[in-house]
Each structure stands twice: as C-alpha cells, then as structure tokens.
C-alpha cells in the first residue's frame, strides 16, 4: 500500500500517453496532491493538469515521462496510467491500453505507424467501421457552450434538436407543420412509429440499447438517447422533470447526441462533419487536420488492401455521382420501383388496373421513355463501371391507394350521396390486387411473368439507354436482375424474353447487341438450395439478405422489429437484431450453400450482396470469408464497407 | 394387312380380359361384323358384344380366350386386345396391360393375388392413393337415368348437384339462402373466391387441371368440372348453351361429376360409397361386396408392410373418435386455436386487448378450464395413442374483427353521429395490432413469449387433463409442441415455463409429473439448419411443410394460389403445386437437413409431418424414404396415407 495523502509532496493521478479525446501527442492527465485515488474521480478538490506536476516534482514528473514511453513501447498503443506519488517516490499503480473516442483512434493509429511502433495492416486492425461511422455524422459544436441536463445511453447515433413533443399525434402535427421535434417519452411501443418517423430524434427515459426506441431508431437512421432514468417523463403533463427538479415543457427545446447520450438544454449549434466533408470530395482537407489526414491514409491501406470491391445501393444519376466520391466501384442495385413513384404513379395505375393488353401497352409505351432517361443519366454518371439494375419487384398494388383507406373514402361518400363509379370501380380493382401477405405474394419475377411486357419494357430501356450511351463513347456495363427467383424455370422464361429484347435494332450497336449480363437476386431459401441450377442461367448471383432474412427466419422487418424484436433483445433471445448484422448461423449458411453450388457450376459466377447488411461491419467480414466478391450498400455506407474489407482481408491474411 | 370386311364371315373387335369397369371376371368387348378396325370406334353401325361371337365363330372365339388366357399369364395383368378375323381366321392386331377404373383396379389386383400371378406386395404396387381417394367420394348412381349435358376436364373430385349461378355475389346470396348452387364461369379469377366457396362445386368452359378454377378447387377439396369447351357461357345473359343449342339458365339445375369430367342436365341421385362406409367402421360390408373385400384386403397388407405410422390432425374429440375408425395411430397436430373461436371468441379478444397483466390473466382464467375439457375430451378418444398439441400459433389480430371493416363501421357511424368512444378504442386496438405481413409477424412462439402467461396456460390445461383422465386409468401420451421455432433459445424459454408447470400440484399423478415430451415444429428454413441446436432442447420435430414451402418459396398460399399459380402450372414453370405435392428439391432438402442434423444430436429423436402434404401419395413416398416415423394429415386422407406408405415400404424394399 502506498500513500498519495502524507503531505503536500504526496499525491495521486491519472495520466493519458497521448489525448484519448483527439488524439493529439503530448501530456493528458489530471492530478492531485495530498490525495487518494479515488479522491481524484470523486472530485472533493479541483485536480490539477498534469503538466503542473512537472513545476510541483520535477523528479517524480520526468520519471513518468519515461515510464510512459516504456510502456508506450511495449504495448505499441495509447495507455492510460494510475500513479501514486509518496513523499517524492513515484509509484504505478495500474496501466492499460487507454479508451479513446473514435477520433483519436485514427489520429493514434496513424502517430505509431509513424514512431515505427505497428505498421499500417495493423493501424486498419485499430479502428473499426462503428468508429468510422460515428465520425461521418455532424457532431454538436465542442467549443459552444451547452448545459447538460443528463446522460443516457447512446442507443442511435447523430445529434438532433428539436422541441420536445410528448405523443406520436404531436410528434406527427407538428412536424408537419414544419418545426423541428423530439418525441420524448417514458419508453416507446409501436403506437409511437409516426411519431418517430416524423420527430429528428427519440429521447426515452427507460430500457436501454436493445429497447423498442433504440431498436426501431437504429433502424431507420434516427437519433436516439435511451434510458435516461434521471428523468422523469410525465405524458399526461406534458413536462419532463430531471432529479433537480429542472423543468423542460412540451414546446421547449432539447439537443440530444446518439453517440455519446448526452442530452442538452436548448438549442446546441451543430456543426458539419470534416470526415464527411473528405468522402463527399472536399479537397485540401487532409493537409489542414490531422483527422482527415489520418482517416485518408487508412482508408488509402484498406482500399488496396481489400479483396470485396464496393458497390452502391442507388436509384438515379444524382445519387451515383454522390456515391463515386464515396468510392463506389459500380452499382451493385438500382431499385426501378423507386422510378415509379411521383408524377408517374399515375400511369403506373393505369398500368396495374389495365383490362386489355392494349391498355397496358398504352401505359407501357409512355414509361419507356422516362425509363431511357432515368437510365441513360445513371450510365453516365457510372462511366466505366458495371451497373445492377433490377426489374420491378414490389407488388403492384403498393401503386394503388390503401385498400382500408379507399374503403373507408368510399363507405363516406356512399353515405353523403356523393359516390361516383369510378371510385367504385378502383376499389373493387384494389379489392381485387389486395392481398393478405404482399411481401408473400404477386411480385418480383411473378410479376414481370404476370404482366405481359412490363419486363420489356424495362429490359428495352436498359438495352437503348445503353445502346445510346456506348454511341456517346461512354463505357457502360449494365446487369439485368431479376428479382425473387425461387426455381430456375422462372429465370429461363424472363432470360428468354431479354433475348428477344436485346437483339432489337434499337437495342444493337453497330450491329451488336450491347455487352450486358443477366442475373439474379438469391433471396429465397430455395433459390439458396437450388443455386446449382440457377447458375446455369444467372451470370451473377446477388445476395438479398435483407428478404433472406425475412423468408428464412419467416418474419417480416416492418412488422417485427416494432413489435417483440426488443424483447428478444433484452432476453438474450437474439443478440443483435439479423436485419442489422447479418444471422450467419441460418442466413450466412444459405448464402455459403448458393455460393458452393453456384460456383461448382460456373467457375466465374459473380457473388455480390445488396442488403443493408452490405454496410454492416461484421457481416461485411462474414462477406468475405464467403468469397463474395463485392458487397453493396447505400452511398453513406460505402466508407464503412471499404474500411471493413480493407481489416477483413489484412485479418484474414489475404489481403489484396 | 388382314381385313376384316371381306364378308360375314370376316370381322373386327376389341376385347378386355376383366371387366375395365368394374374388374369383374368374364368376357368384355365389342365386335361388329364385315368391318375393319376404326369402324368399332366410329360408331357406324352398332356393335355385338363380345359374347356373341361364339356364337358366330365358335373357333375364333375359343382361340381368343386361350389366347387371352396366355397374355394375362404373361402380362399378369388386365389386358385389351384388338383383333380381326378375316374369313374365319383370327389375328391379332395389339395388346396392352388395360386401363381401368379405381375400383377395378383393386378388385382386379386382388383377383390376380387369388389366381397366383402376383403376390400381395405387387398388388399393393398396382394401386393408388389417388385412386383410392376417388373410391371414397359419394358418387352418382350407376343406375339412374342422367342426361348427358357435356364432357370437361375432371379437375376436382366428387359429386356436385346444383342450382347455377353465374357470378360469385350471386353464388354467395343464394348459398346463404340455403340453396345448393354450382357457380359456373367461362374461367375463374380471384374474384370469385367468395364464390367458390359458397358452391357446392365449380364449372368452368375454359381451362384445364392447372386453370385457376382447378388449382383453387382442388386446393378447397371442391368439385370441380374444367375446360367444358362445348358450353358457351353468358355471364350477361345468365345462361349457358351447348353445342346443340341447349340452353341452361340461372337457377337451372346441373350435376357435375368431378371424377370424370361429366356434366348431367337436372339432379342426378348421389349415392354414399361403401369404401367409405367401410374406413367409417360398417362391419359386413368385406363379405358382400367385391369391391370393398378388395380395399379390405390391400389397406390390411399395407398397414402390415409400412414402417411410417400415420396420425391425424384434429382438433376435438369427436373428430379423433372418427379419425380412430380410419386407421389414426395417434393425433399429430391438435390445433388450439380452433378451441379459441366461437363463444369464447370474446374472451380471446379480451385476451389480447388487456392492458394490464391483471386484466390478461383474469382472461386466461377463464379459458383455463375450457381448455382442460378440449383435451380432456381428446385424450379420452385417443386412449394409448400419443396426442400432439400445438401451442397457440396464429397472428391474435385473427381474434379481433377486420381492419378495414372496422374502419368503415367508424367511418360511417362518425358520419352519423353514431359513434361511441367504445368502438374508437377498439378501431385503434385493432390499427395497433394490426400487421403489413401477418404470416410474417407476431405468431407462433413470438406470441407465447410476446404474451405473459398464455403458454403456461395451455400447459397447464394439457397436463391438469392428462393428470386428470391417467387418475381415470387411462393411458394417455400429450406431446406438447411449440410452434414456428427459428432458434433454440425460443424453445428454451417456452421449455423452462413447461417445465414450471408441469411441477405444479395439479398436473400431478401419484407425486409424479404427468408423462409427456417437448418437441416443435420445424417449419422455418432458419429451423431445419440449426436443427442439431433444436434438438439438444425437442424431443421431437413435426415438420409443418405448409409454413415450411410457404417460407422457402417466400410465397403464401393464400394469395398465390389464386394468384400467379395456374399461369405457373400452364407454362410449365410448376410441374404440380408445391402445396399439392411437396417440392422435394427445395423444401425436401430441408427436411433431410432438419432430420440428420436432428439425428445426429438426438438418437431417437421422432420425426412427423403434419401439413396436408402427409395426405398427399408422392409426398408420402419422399417422407418414407427420408426416415420420418409418421405422417399427419385430415381425417378423410388417412386411409390413403395408409396405402401409400405401405406402397413406399414394398417398393423400397424395407416393408416392415
């Protein structure tokens, strides 16, 4: 046992080899004189920074210097150190590798490259996706000044503020009303989901990381601070109380940071990300801030040492060229249904309710056009690079207005007098479409069989926009997808029929038929199994693990992960949620199982995956291991993506 | 070339050993003097039975029956011949085994068993499940006078008697009314569900046995006539004519014969089938009737031969007393949910709109003694055979009224000023509960976990019975089986709260829980791939391979059955609905998976299957040989699942 608190020339403290917070080179570290260790946490005296110590014990201080590179040394990273000091005698007490926030992770793991003490296989190994991400999002001002009103957990990261509302209805009124809104509440259920969607972020003052808020937030991107049991949440009141008797009224406004969980009275400025700034293309960054500077050349190792190419999740030109910045390698999916929506609903409609083949045709020959564009511009932009576009998948009825919501609309108007036929007439047709399961139901390749030209039409839009583009001299490379493929005889039929569209003379150049391939999503169990006989047709394979996760554990996303997904979280039932790390146990080994067989068939099948689960840095490992050969996610994911295969394929041993 | 119209004393015929009808030993055929081969078929003049010919050519006739006796020797089997005699010498023109009717084939079998040609297990091989099953629909009587309308295509077994209906709201008013109706369409669409439902049978003039009409009627077990091509159908008019001009109207009555594809104007007499008498337990009938001694005979050697024990899927005790007389060996699958609708139906839907945990087992409560007297009743009827209960598996929004009525009785009674506070609060229960995909959503044991209290429930009412009804020196066997399992740690939990519960006093015998055993059905490919982690927990698997086929293919049956199917089955994509016949690359691979991986872990672990697919031949034989130990399946398919696992134990080889 020795004593920091026999006199003045005695003292206890804490010191830090470099800045856990940024971390910048140089002395961190508090002390305390005449004290004990705990006094220190406790905070009973202001402590002292640690360069004071150099003026108070000159000896004990320069000795600590050297202590501190020694272990610096031996464990090739940032430490942080309890000393004592007794009558002048310095003594350890403890060291370890030091916590540090994600910042200081790059910074330091690019600071030992540098000092010769890890190379940089082993600087990608010291920081991860997660780290990564929280970096990418617009953080509150660290210089403004902000009175805390209580710390929670950080279920959701990003910083939100807005005024606090108390219910979903709100929630939903206000904001659209266009303020800004926290819903806050005691905890969360799936009553609250509008209020969510509509609030900036979620504060709830019980349940923690796997909670019914964090659980639903994480999943839609939304800020969230969690179990901030200090407070007291009264709904029918309308306030909020913390355990000071603080007040914070409906209408007035908080500042919540999902990264750290800390909540903050009024409005906290919030200030721009510079890692965020970088990926988006800002030049000169990284000669201006170490951060950058340290997050470029890792991002530079990963990048050429990753095996997994990285591809984008996008659906029009705009958001291709977003996502080249990011360093997106192709697309790996373009959602045509996403197409379909605004101004050409209508035409969609038309299409969906057509009764006669020339009726659908009619509505098919005024969506090719708009499909040229939509396509042509996404070539452009992907010069050079390959380019997944998957025909239409979602049931066709998601084009038509709610069956409850048009039933009701009708029953209203019957009741005033005011109904028309046609009214009644488009909800005998939505009637008729509706159906009990749609996820389950008429779509995706049932669909493009279904509907006779649909594909077609989608096909001859790929193949012209194409066929014009490559006469511009721009190199393009479009995948044709199909969607939801269960058994071979279905990819035969749709293959067929891209046949006979390529080979139109509006679809050659010069007298060729465009370079394309055709392939498929593997996103049933039964596509999985029967992968063998796929790949006698499909030129590529691409994972849909977010469906395969729906069919293989037969839940659905929307429905569940709102309803009992945080109890099985906070029972230990799941340990993470499969949509958000992907289930590798069920999941994964149907996606090993298609792999295998797939490639037994044909040596060069490309293997991809397009789920959410693409971003994901433990399924981007899994991914990996797989044999996969790219993986691809939305635009703001792609740095993470790039990042984990980068540590996946120097973990492995196999970098590229 | 021989002729057989060079004069009276030429001739030509066709000829069968037995008779194809009923298989009856004796001479059939036809022959018709000065006349070469297709005049038989054309119907030119009218033929002589066979018989007459010794008559006529006592020679030839004598050297046709040797000769018949020396080709059944050889095929040992029914045979038809065509022949001709020119000028008083015979010749033989073809021969080949003869087709024959469902019950000749039995009678026929077993005559060739008596006459030493064949022995049992070939026997076994010349029958089928099929053609069992169509012996035991009441059929119309051979002997009344019927007016042949049309011939179509036989889609859907059985006899149907009606008045026509030509639109489904019209089919549904009348069938409410109390009248027998047959809905008759051109072709069927989803429209007409309701429809088809409300008739006794369907007749369409389009489409063959993979039209909507036919997949969707078979899928009922609803007579069904298809393709009647002669009929013209005006749905305006609400009339159909036939080629010669007869016209039938609205409210005409047709009988439909779904076994061969008749059409009769009027009502034409059904009679009950005495096959069906016999596996309903009416003794005496195997001594007076050919046909039934036949059956009789084959059903008692396949009964010897099978290694898979077949179950029933039942649900009260009534129906396992009637199970019992067709051959059950135990109940493979007892729904609870079907004890949860009528009365108590109200209680259920307290149940699940209870807000507090007190209001939820005062609900509990008193559904606790009504359960015990379901299983009460249900064990007393399977007396030493093992019952199978399922925990409560549906979505409980099944409980409550429908979404989108509710939402236009609110609507409409807002409109009205008619709205009480009451209904508001249920229609915003009701929108709570409600779910996008609720196949995919909060059901099986989600539910039993989700809901506090439910599970123990029912577990306690199987063992409180059991305990009860073993005090009454019954011997009774309840396997306990958890529904929709997608990993082991659901089952662990339910285990645990089972295993609460079977300790309690009351489920008690003699100080010792109540015999039983835990299992769960595999019905989630996540299910069948982590089977050697279920099975450290279940002591039995009961594959549900309607869930199972609905998750693999990622397709409800429900919605797509009416839907894509009979575009699939015409194009050929389908051979035959994965529901019908199970897919035995696909769904098939993971119940082999599920069983070895199964097996591995636990030695004896018992194997089932308790979809529809246990009734069905094809799938019968694919279950035998993946090594399950029973099939379950409805009541009425039991004697077929009888037949077809004695027929796959024989033609495999390892009859038991």
Request: with cysteine; net charge negative.
């Amino acid at each position: 046992m020795v004593f920091g608190n026999l006199g003045m020339d005695s003292g206890t403290g804490v010191a830090f080899t470099r800045d856990p917070s940024s971390g910048a080179r140089g002395v961190y570290g508090d002390y305390l004189q005449n004290a004990q260790g705990e006094d220190v946490v406790a905070g009973i005296r202001n402590t002292l920074a640690l360069t004071e110590l150099e003026r108070l014990d000159k000896a004990s201080y320069d000795q600590l210097m050297d202590i501190m590179t020694t272990l610096e040394n031996h464990y090739r990273d940032l430490c942080d150190i309890e000393f004592t000091i007794e009558r002048g005698k310095l003594w350890m007490l403890q060291t370890r590798v030091g916590k540090r926030t994600a910042a200081a992770a790059f910074t330091v793991a690019c600071q030992l490259v540098d000092e010769g003490l890890i190379d940089m296989d082993e600087a990608l190994q010291r920081v991860t996706g997660a780290q990564l991400a929280n970096l990418m999002f617009p953080r509150f001002d660290r210089d403004a000044e902000k009175e805390l009103l209580t710390t929670g957990m950080n279920a959701s990261p990003g910083a939100a503020v807005g005024a606090v509302v108390f219910d979903s209805p709100t929630a939903v009124r206000r904001a659209k009303a266009g303020e800004k809104v926290l819903l806050v509440r005691r905890e969360t259920n799936p009553d609250d989901l509008d209020g969510m969607i509509a609030a900036e972020g979620v504060l709830t003052s019980r349940g923690g990381r796997t909670s019914h808020a964090a659980v639903v937030a994480r999943g839609m991107g939304k800020t969230a601070v969690c179990g901030a049991e200090e407070l007291e949440v009264d709904v029918k009141a309308r306030k909020l109380t913390d355990s000071r008797g603080r007040e914070v009224s409906e209408g007035d406004v908080l500042s919540i940071d999902g990264t750290n969980g800390e909540v903050y009275l009024g409005e906290v400025p919030v200030v721009a990300s510079p890692v965020m700034a970088y990926f988006e293309g800002s030049t000169g960054l990284a000669e201006n801030d170490d951060l950058v500077a340290a997050v470029d050349r890792i991002m530079r190792h990963a990048d050429a040492a990753r095996r997994l190419r990285v591809r984008v999740n996008a659906d029009t030109g705009e958001d291709c060229t977003t996502a080249r910045t990011f360093g997106a390698e192709g697309v790996g999916l373009c959602r045509t249904e996403h197409m379909f929506l605004g101004e050409r609903r209508e035409l969609v409609e038309t299409l969906v309710l057509a009764e006669t083949q020339d009726e659908r045709e009619k509505a098919l020959a005024a969506l090719l056009p708009l499909q040229i564009e939509d396509f042509t511009a996404i070539y452009r932009a992907m010069e050079g690079l390959p380019v997944t576009i998957r025909l239409l998948d979602p049931p066709l009825h998601e084009f038509l207005p709610d069956l409850t919501d048009l039933s009701v609309e009708v029953a209203v108007a019957r009741e005033r007098g005011e109904l028309t036929e046609e009214k009644e007439e488009l909800l005998a047709s939505v009637r008729r479409l509706h159906e009990e399961n749609p996820m389950l139901g008429l779509r995706g390749v049932r669909l493009g069989i279904a509907v006779p030209g649909l594909y077609a039409m989608q096909v001859r839009a790929i193949t012209r926009a194409a066929a014009a583009v490559a006469a511009e001299g721009v190199a393009v490379l479009p995948e044709i997808m199909v969607p939801l493929v269960g058994t071979v005889q279905e990819l035969q039929a749709v293959a067929a029929e891209i046949a006979d569209v390529v080979a139109e003379p509006e679809s050659l150049v010069d007298g060729r038929s465009v370079e394309h391939q055709i392939g498929t999503m593997i996103e049933l169990p039964r596509a999985a199994l029967v992968a063998a006989q796929i790949a006698e047709i499909a030129q590529f394979f691409s994972f849909g693990t977010n469906d395969l996760t729906q069919t293989t554990w037969g839940f659905s996303r929307d429905d569940v992960e709102s309803s009992f997904f945080s109890d099985y979280l906070e029972t230990g039932i799941f340990g993470v949620s499969p949509f958000e790390s992907l289930d590798t146990e069920g999941v994964g080994e149907l996606v090993e199982i298609a792999s295998w067989r797939g490639r037994e068939v044909r040596h060069d099948l490309k293997l991809g995956i397009c789920g959410e689960h693409g971003g994901d840095p433990d399924s981007v490992h899994f991914f990996h291991r797989a044999g996969l050969d790219y993986v691809s996610c939305s635009p703001f994911r792609i740095p993470v993506a790039r990042l984990e295969a980068g540590r996946a394929a120097t973990a492995s041993g196999d970098a590229g």
